[in-house]
């Protein structure tokens, strides 16, 4: 079984930074794409980034775009995601998925594990 916790969310300001941190632990020896999605409440889950198990391939929506970077370490099971010039609309709670046998993208049937997630606050 594969475990994956978030962090790095928090309160920011229009324009500012932030690093998520996704970190997987259990049977991490397998082949496995990751995603970062984000959900506000009452709308649908969505992808926002997502790398392929070998950290050479990369996909973003097209709203992130320039602002914000994936990156994996693998020698530490560790994926980011690098987000700068936040805006008020990348408000959300994000969540980092895990897809088996290398899937990856940014639509949830990808994946098959998720994380708990962690809250983002774009506000002045």
């Known amino acids: 079984q594969l475990e994956l916790v978030e962090s790095g969310g928090g309160l920011v300001q229009p324009g500012g930074s932030l690093r998520l941190t996704c970190a997987a632990s259990g049977f991490t020896e397998g082949y496995f794409g990751i995603g970062w999605f984000r959900q506000v409440p009452g709308k649908e889950r969505e992808g926002v980034s997502a790398?392929?198990?070998?950290?050479?391939?990369?996909v973003y929506a097209d709203s992130v775009k320039g602002r914000f970077t994936i990156s994996r370490d693998n020698a530490k099971n560790t994926v980011y995601l690098q987000m700068n010039s936040l805006k008020p609309e990348d408000t959300a709670v994000y969540y980092c998925?895990?897809?088996?046998?290398?899937?990856?993208?940014?639509?949830?049937?990808?994946?098959?594990?998720w994380g708990q997630g962690t809250q983002v606050t774009v506000s002045s």
């Open positions: 790398i392929n198990s070998g950290g050479d391939r990369t």
């Open positions: 998925a895990a897809g088996s046998y290398g899937r990856y993208g940014l639509a949830k049937t990808s994946y098959n594990y």
